[in-house]
């Protein structure tokens, strides 16, 4: 059985204002181009297809026409809502979509049936579990426990009943404890929404988004594909791909992956106005292709310095200054104490400090309804 895993689309995403809806539709042709060689039998498209859960007009639109051409392959496919998508949108028309083979997870209600695909070593059982939090997982369990992401996926999964004898996959949108992170995704004070590996323990293959750097966590067979496109400078020295999935026999899975080229790559460039400039000259016309962020390191601005470099650097997105004045007016960040905390401790210190007094535990409550409420209403 042979699978691609997709996840992190961002369809609609804008980076530093510039729309990359071009860029994706170039990367989605690669992609397609990819599956033409690899001939798998399914795709798994693990969540946050689109950049906002009320995604543009042109977003849909090339969402459209990524599905339509995939279910001309005569292959199945399996997507997810993630913590960017609106989930009752994602699952809109998919029981319809069925009849084509594309297959969209509800939203959870609780249960989460498999969908099983059959090769020569029998059925592949593949679960769909979107992107939730523990307010979205802990009504369907009312006697149980669910403080934490953990416990909420924990859960969901223990409800699956999985089948031991059989190869089963799940796709999924979540932070697994030990992924490394970049500045273009959603962050959490302390690590709030970590998930620990070992609920995956009964699965053959865990098919992962939300971390848009390429990684394995804990084992291979538990995999971020990363993102198809570089959505921040943060993500200049990654390198992008499409992750292949080969399962044999129970036991036997083989991950490799296929590099993706983009329209035009992210550059970060450093030094004097100057120095620049005469690159950009010599070289003919700097990065003509790239995405450019530049940093100055002149102590005194350059007056138009933007529209200057834009002549030997067109795609220019970002230009800011390294100097002694910028340096003397850093604002510190949170100390890696503050990091490691959650929302909730560094809330009850806050609290404890103003009123003399900790939190009691009916306020504790409250607070931890409150905070979930408010990331629910972000997500």
């Known amino acids: 059985m042979k699978l691609i895993h997709l996840s992190d689309l961002h369809l609609g995403k804008r980076v530093h204002e510039c729309s990359m809806l071009e860029d994706q539709e170039y990367i989605l ?64 028309g998919g029981r319809l979509m069925e009849r084509s083979g594309v297959h969209i997870a509800p939203v959870y209600n ?38 934490t992401y953990t416990d909420a996926l924990s859960a969901a999964i223990g409800a699956m009943e999985l089948d ?10 979540q ?45 291979e067979t538990v995999r971020y594909c990363g993102t198809p496109l570089k959505y921040s400078f943060s993500e200049a020295g ?16 083989a991950v490799r992956t296929l590099p993706l080229t983009p329209r035009r790559d992210l550059a970060e460039l450093r030094g004097t106005y100057e120095e620049l400039t005469l690159r950009g000259f010599y070289e003919g016309t700097g990065y003509p292709d790239s995405y450019v962020h530049i940093t100055l390191t002149d102590e005194e601005d350059v007056p138009g310095a933007a529209g200057k470099l834009r002549v030997f650097y067109p795609h220019l997105l970002k230009l800011d200054y390294d100097n002694k004045r910028t340096r003397a007016g850093m604002v510190l960040d949170m100390d890696e104490d503050a990091r490691q905390r959650s929302p909730l401790d560094l809330l009850d210190e806050f609290y404890e400090k103003q009123n003399g007094q900790p939190m009691g535990e009916a306020q504790r409550t409250f607070a931890q309804g409150l905070i979930e409420k408010i990331w629910e209403d972000e997500a």
């Not at 959603?186 to 848009?212: C, E, Q, R, T």
């Open 164 to 173: 031991p004898s059989r190869r089963n996959v799940l796709v999924t949108h």
């Open 110 to 147: 609780g249960t989460v049936t498999p969908l099983t695909l059959t090769d020569a070593f029998g059925p592949v059982n593949i679960y769909l579990l979107p992107f939730v939090k523990p307010v979205h997982v802990r009504r369907f369990f009312p006697d149980r426990e669910i403080a």
């Open 29 to 92: 042709k690669e992609i397609l181009q990819k599956i033409d060689r690899e001939r798998p039998d399914g795709v798994l498209i693990a969540g946050d297809v689109y950049d906002k859960s009320v995604p543009s007009a042109e977003a849909v639109s090339l969402l459209d026409d990524f599905l339509v051409c995939l279910s001309k392959r005569a292959l199945q496919v399996f997507l997810i809502s993630g913590n960017h998508d609106s989930p009752e949108r994602m699952a809109f």
């Open 175 to 219: 932070f697994v404890t030990g992924a490394a992170r970049c500045d273009s995704e959603d962050l959490s004070v302390g690590g709030s929404d970590n998930v620990d590996v070992s609920v995956f323990d009964g699965f053959d293959y865990v098919a992962l988004g939300h971390i848009h750097g390429p990684q394995q966590v804990g084992r």
């Open 238 to 253: 990654h390198r992008k791909s499409v992750t292949v999935v080969e399962l044999g026999e129970k036991g036997d899975v």
